[in-house]
């Protein structure tokens, strides 16, 4: 069965500072992975995905997310955080060549940078 | 482009009080999806189409929700009767389709079951 685990329920850095918000997934064979974000009384925006190739993936507002295999793990980065970054942000997991498994959520990581 | 539009935006009835919620997704989108998001929680899905058909509902509770996709296009979905615990934020999202595609999410209906 597919799941996808956000450790931390709150990450709090200041301005400037780098950040990363941790997911880690289980799925059976490769995965689809997303990173999306959502501000107050708003929908989940897409924010970058990994399908395959380099581990490193590129996304909106400087995020950038790396993948690792052997960890199983999606981590979402920025080098330096803006208060603007502020939102909660969900990762999620979809196995690779099967539309019909499901998308699965994180439980979302609420991001707050402080100036 | 417009985005996926969701309407009402919020929405409060009193316990076994009928709703209804409508999704237009963007257009061209052939798979359209009905999320719940409980308070503090992620999405978790409650059907999935593939142009008019239901590829995915096995976790529509069907003794009370029910959901539908005419043409292909616009999706209702509705809750009768509502009970106290199907207050959350009901999303809907669209994509082109393909396991690889992204999601884009409206910007939801809150419903508040008093």
């Known amino acids: 069965a597919q799941s996808v685990a956000q450790p931390e329920d709150q990450v709090n850095v200041a301005e400037g500072n780098p950040l990363t918000v941790k997911c880690t997934y289980s799925?059976?064979?490769?995965?689809?992975l997303f990173w999306y974000v959502q501000y107050p009384n708003r929908g989940l925006q897409f924010l970058l995905k990994?399908?395959?190739?380099?581990?490193l993936v590129k996304g909106s507002y400087g995020f950038e997310a790396e993948f690792n295999k052997s960890q199983t793990s999606f981590h979402l980065k920025k080098p330096s955080a803006l208060v603007s970054d502020s939102a909660l942000y969900f990762c999620?997991?979809?196995?690779?060549?099967?539309?019909?498994?499901?998308?699965?959520f994180g439980s979302g990581t609420r991001l707050s940078i402080r100036p | 482009e417009a985005g996926v539009v969701q309407s009402p935006r919020y929405k409060i009835i009193e316990k076994k009080q009928p709703v209804a919620f409508w999704c237009n997704p963007i257009?061209?989108?052939?798979?359209l999806y009905w999320y719940r998001q409980n308070l503090g929680q992620g999405p978790e899905l409650l059907i999935r189409?593939?142009?008019?058909?239901?590829?995915?509902d096995s976790q529509l509770p069907k003794d009370r929700f029910s959901a539908e996709r005419l043409k292909g296009v616009d999706s209702t979905l509705k809750i009768q009767p509502a009970e106290l615990g199907d207050s959350a934020v009901y999303l809907c999202?669209?994509?082109?389709?393909?396991?690889?595609?992204?999601?884009?999410f409206g910007e939801g209906s809150r419903l508040t079951v008093l």
């Open positions: 999202a669209s994509s082109p389709g393909g396991a690889a595609g992204e999601l884009f």
């Open positions: 799925v059976s064979g490769n995965p689809y």
């Open positions: 990994y399908i395959t190739g380099d581990n």
């Open positions: 999620a997991v979809r196995a690779l060549y099967s539309s019909a498994s499901k998308i699965i």
């Open positions: 257009s061209g989108h052939n798979t």
């Open positions: 189409y593939e142009n008019e058909e239901a590829v995915d």
